[in-house]
């Protein structure tokens, strides 16, 4: 189109086969052999995961939670806090409960990453409100970062449309959602 206005100004514009503005539908057509290879996020994996279980006749270890077991991708796990958590949030808490996001041992370059760094898994903190079973995802923390064997899977039922769990075991001791002022949650 640019080059059409530069030979013949706005008057060959207007006067063009079709009186087209653009070409938006040309481009969208020529990219829709590629929607089917759009990447997901990888918390958008984890959901499809947990709700594929959740409801499911899967239950790790016939029922009961499990200590130190594989967890996989959208697993609901109880996990070790840092240091820096327990600082920031001084409410005597030593785990908490979070999402299986992604693990170490399924990237394409695990070869190159030492033992240590080949366990972490990265984990989406959920909290609750008091007084409440359902659990969502906590917009005041970041990406948490374990070792699988420090984590215990916990049964769940995931409501995929509201993004929101209800766990099925009992926590362990220390395991708590984080206690946020009323002003932040609202």
Known sequence: MRAVYDETGERGINSREGKRRGAAQEVW???????????????GDARSSAAARSGSDYTPENGESVWGSEAQNGDIVEYPLSDAIKAQHQDDRLRGVGLVVSRNIDRGDKDKLSLENLA??????????????VWR?????????????????????????????????????????????????L
């Open 29 to 43: 057509e020529s990219w829709a052999e590629f929607k089917p290879f759009k990447r997901k996020t990888r918390k």
């Open 120 to 133: 972490l898994v990265e984990i989406e903190p959920l909290y609750r409100e008091p007084d409440s079973n």
């Open 137 to 185: 995802a906590d917009p005041m923390e970041g990406a948490a970062f374990a070792s699988l064997p420090d984590l215990r899977i916990l049964r769940t039922e995931f409501n995929r449309v509201t993004d929101e769990w209800v766990i099925l075991d009992e926590l362990s001791h220390g395991c708590d959602s984080p206690s946020y002022a009323e002003e932040i949650i």
